[in-house]
Every structure is written in structure tokens, then in C-alpha cells.
């Protein structure tokens, strides 16, 4: 049995291997570009964030603005996730091509917006283990508790969330594609003081850009400010090089990270 977990693991990709090696014990967080982020709490489950892994971008929008940048690392069938959340329906965060795929094995639950049942219904994936979630609603799933919030993403995905999610006595705060919206200061911190902020700078499609997304991080005063969005399409845009030059100028007491497509942090 050794030797074939072995043969397997040499075919599959590294980040995978990463990924289900990672050591037990430990609440792990993983980057895999864009918007998409794997948590891994300490007794081992998996959450998966919007994960882009396939080219269905370039191939639905037809031109080379959506052409991947950045490698695939992870195929959708090495890894069976405990639960998935799709923030809104764009193939950015809710991938028509990997779908079928990660939700093709009898464990995974998805926790996806209203708009995302289109797609799902066209693809005959398994209703009994999908969730449909809206700001305000709270859901356990295994070690994590997911508080759905608000998101501003305007008209392109009315239907979009954002999530507080809470994992091995951390609060990560996911904002989802939106707009700087300093109103929902509240509601940001409603479930208390945040560990980490992860938000997008790319300033595009009605996204927080660098500034709009150093200033939310200046308001909400989480321990680490995770910037993301950027990087993968030429047509998203976002600086993280900017990000890191306001951060340092107008919030230098505000510990922020870059992270890297395949990296891991310990929480
Ligand atoms: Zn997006």
C-alpha cells in the first residue's frame, strides 16, 4: 500500500501533494491565485474558496484578456474537499469546467450564492449537497462556522456574499468581490476583531483597488491583511507592488502579507 500511495503521489501535482501532506495539528492556510484560498483546520478538513483551476475564461469571454497567467497547480479531481463556498457566480470564483469535477465524488458540500444554482442545475451536480447561501446566514459545517455577509458587487452579481469564517478559534474575514463599502464596518466586525482580511485590490468589475483595499484594512485593523485578486488576468489589473507601498505609507502598524500561487501560512 505504501508503494502505491507513492506511485500516485509522484503523478500528481506538488501543491496537491502539499496540501493532503500537510501536517496535522495545525490550521493552514493555502493560496492558489485570483480569489482562490484552501483552509485546513487542525484536525484536517478541508475548505476551498473560489477556486479558479481551469481556462473556462479565456474560453468564455474568447480573447486573450482572460488567459490564464499564472499555471494551473492543482487539477480538480486530486483532491476531495469537505466543503467548497462559491461567492458568486463568476467563472473566477465559481468555475464551470472544475465544478462537475470537485462535487463529483459523494462527500463534498458546496456552499454557493443564489445566482450559482443556474450552473449547478445544468450540470446535474447533487442537490442534497449544495447550499444556497444569502447575507445573514450562518451555516456549521464540520470545524468551521461560515457567516455569510454582504457584498457590493454591484449589478454584474447582485446575488454575490462575502463570509466570516470561523476555524479553530481564528476569524477570517473573506469579502468577496466588492466595492470599498465603509458603512459595513459593523457588520464586518460583527462577529468580533478580525485575524485576517483577505480582499481584493485589483480595482476592476467594481472591485476594492490597492488604496480602496489599504483603507478597509485601516478601518477593520485585522492582525494580517491578505491581499488578493490580481496577477492571473490581464484585463483584472491590480498592483500588489501599490498595495504594498500605500500599506506601508498611510498604515505602517498594519501587518499585511503577500502571498504567492502555492503557498502555504500557519494561522
Ligand atoms: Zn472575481
Avoid at 8 to 15: D, E, L, P, S, V
Avoid at 195 to 219: F, Q, R
Avoid at 221 to 237: E, N, R, S, Y
Wanted: hydrophobic share 40%; glycine share 8%; net charge negative.
Amino acid at each position: 500500500m505504501q508503494v502505491e500511495s507513492s506511485i500516485i503521489m509522484f503523478f500528481m501535482n506538488y501543491f496537491a501533494v502539499n496540501l493532503l501532506s500537510a501536517q496535522v495539528g495545525l490550521t493552514q492556510l493555502f493560496y492558489l491565485g485570483q480569489a482562490g484560498f484552501i483552509i485546513k483546520s487542525r484536525s484536517g478538513q478541508t475548505l476551498a474558496i473560489d477556486l479558479y483551476l481551469s481556462d473556462c475564461g479565456e474560453r468564455i469571454e474568447g480573447h486573450i484578456g482572460f488567459k490564464r497567467l499564472l499555471p494551473k497547480i492543482l487539477s480538480p479531481l486530486e483532491v476531495v474537499f469537505d466543503y467548497i463556498i462559491a461567492t458568486h457566480p463568476h467563472f473566477d470564483h465559481y468555475d464551470i469546467d472544475s465544478m462537475p469535477f470537485l462535487m463529483s465524488n459523494p462527500h463534498t458540500k458546496l456552499f454557493a450564492s443564489a445566482y450559482c444554482k443556474i450552473f449547478a442545475d445544468e450540470t446535474k451536480l447533487d442537490k442534497k449537497r449544495i447550499t444556497y447561501v444569502k447575507p445573514s446566514d450562518t451555516c456549521n459545517a464540520g470545524d468551521y462556522t461560515l457567516h455569510f455577509i454582504n457584498c457590493d458587487h454591484g449589478s454584474l452579481a447582485p446575488d454575490a456574499v462575502g463570509v466570516i469564517i470561523e476555524i479553530d478559534g481564528k476569524r477570517i474575514l473573506v469579502t468577496g468581490d466588492t466595492c470599498l463599502r465603509l458603512d459595513w464596518k459593523y457588520e464586518y466586525l460583527s462577529k468580533g476583531t478580525i485575524d485576517i482580511m483577505i480582499a481584493p485590490i485589483n480595482g476592476a468589475y467594481g472591485n476594492l483597488n490597492e488604496e480602496e483595499c489599504a483603507e478597509l484594512s485601516g478601518v477593520l485593523q485585522p492582525k494580517l491583511t491578505i491581499p488578493c485578486h490580481f496577477g492571473l488576468f490581464a484585463t483584472h489589473k491590480g498592483l500588489p507592488g501599490l498595495f504594498m507601498e500605500l500599506m506601508n505609507k498611510k498604515y505602517p502598524d498594519n501587518n499585511y502579507y503577500l502571498m504567492t500561487m502555492g503557498e502555504s501560512i500557519i494561522i
